[in-house]
């Protein structure tokens, strides 16, 4: 230690009495510095993390503070105000508790503690559903740059989650406003699929897909549960995508799509319509239904590339990704 060093220094100046007094005092520096040291690493929690250096203190949790029944306010927004006090401060990181932990820890009944969290739902920051543990909303985030090609599943996958998919259809069919798209005649047949996807056992999109059925028919005998649409297209027919074109916007859903999505009337959704090449030829018209509280989308730029936002509600046809 500088202050140890800087008294032995005065103690070879000043003789041997301030050479035995230094010595006496540095020896009871050591000795408390050392106690200090082995009182600390005895204590837990406060052990020396991995990798050296000193231990950091942990924060300690922002409590529960009491609820006034006498309060004309409801207990359940009362208990409301104080969970969204709590995320703001930091509590429920690692782990949301339970309801029935939430009962224990507020003293109140559990049909007070779900209707708080209805209003923690409906504002989008916290998934609870029957039957499963309660779960910040904003933990499941995924993003995706703009200007890249990329694949939903791949992304997903990237994120830690297990992406899977219920497929409710897989057909070859005609339709007149696809085919338009792809640069075909209206009665072309077309190969459909459409999936419920899921990321982490949770609903992630709705996702409908078309080909030319001359190109993705090896498709049909695909098993789309857990898999890549592109991957298949590249190993079971072997076209490849380049480039396209997406328009997003955000929209409301219907009921039908909230109910399949299980998302909050508060919470809105991003559709996306891709128009995918393969070279110069376009054989990929998709329509995705994202929710809104689980995916975002991030711009680069920079003097040298700047930033182009395109606000158009028509689809514009172009043959490379924008």
Known sequence: MAGSGGGVGQASTAGTASRAGTAGQAG??????RAGAAGTAG???????????????????????????????????????????????????????????????????????????SGLRAEGIVVAERGRRPRLAAHDLIAQPLGTL???????????????????????????????????????????????????????????????????????????????????????????LAGGHEHVRAVVPSGAEQRLLGLPRSVGALAIDRLGYAGDRPVEWRHTLIRGDRFSLIADFSQRTGYQMHIDSRYRDTRRAS
């Open 28 to 33: 009871t520096t050591g000795t408390a510095s």
């Open 150 to 240: 990329y694949s939903l599943f791949a992304l997903v996958e990237e994120a830690g989650l297990r992406q899977t998919s219920i497929v409710r259809a897989r057909d070859v069919r005609a339709d007149g406003v696809v085919a338009e798209r792809l640069r075909l005649e209206a009665s072309t047949p077309l190969f459909h699929l459409e999936r419920l996807r899921l990321a982490g056992d949770e609903p992630l999109a709705l996702d409908s897909v078309w080909l030319p059925a001359a190109v993705a028919a090896p498709l049909l005998e695909a098993d789309f549960t857990h898999t890549a649409l592109y991957h298949e297209l590249a190993t079971r027919a072997g076209v490849r």
């Open 43 to 117: 204590r837990p929690g406060a052990e020396e993390p991995p990798g050296g250096g000193p231990a950091r203190s942990a924060r300690s949790a922002p409590a529960a503070r009491q609820l006034d029944r006498s309060s004309p306010l409801p207990l359940w927004a009362q208990l409301r105000a104080d969970l969204r006090r709590r995320l703001d401060m930091g509590a429920f990181d690692d782990r949301f508790p339970g309801e029935l932990a939430l009962v224990g820890e507020y003293g109140v009944s559990r049909h007070t503690v779900r209707s708080a969290l």
